[in-house]
């Protein structure tokens, strides 16, 4: 059973923390990449970071030096820290990866991403 489980997100003020986890199983972890993506209502899903077992992050939108992801291949586990969270931050956050993505995207193409986790909702009020 190949999945990944989101989880991490509630309510958080504004100028808050939070650090999701996606947790995997099923699957060679070290092999594949693992990218965080979110989802706000009525908008296009936007990938946010991604990355491998021997690179460091890499960054898509303009969350850098807010968003960290890191990762812990012992525990078969990404994280992303979300620090001086903004209202505009709120979405459903997706942790994802793919069948031929050994290292991370210079440029995010969701289509390549075939495997996702349920999403965690994450949001921060005024």
């Known amino acids: 059973d190949v999945q990944l489980q989101a989880s991490g997100g509630g309510l958080v003020q504004a100028g808050g923390s939070l650090r999701l986890s996606c947790a995997a199983s099923?699957?060679?972890?070290?092999?594949?990449?693992i990218g965080w993506f979110r989802q706000a209502p009525g908008k296009e899903r936007e990938g946010l970071a991604c990355?491998?077992?021997?690179?460091?992050?890499t960054y898509y939108s303009d969350v850098t030096g807010r968003f960290t992801i890191s990762r812990d291949n012992d525990k078969h586990t990404v994280y992303l820290q979300m620090n001086n969270l903004k209202p505009e931050d709120t979405a459903v956050y997706y942790c994802?990866?793919?069948?031929?993505?050994?290292?991370?995207?210079?440029?995010?193409?969701?289509?390549?991403?075939?495997?996702w986790g349920q999403g965690t909702l994450v949001t921060v009020s005024s």
């Open positions: 994802a990866t793919g069948t031929y993505l050994h290292y991370c995207q210079r440029r995010v193409t969701l289509d390549e991403y075939n495997l």
């Open positions: 099923g699957f060679r972890f070290d092999d594949y990449v």
């Open positions: 990355i491998s077992y021997s690179e460091d992050g």
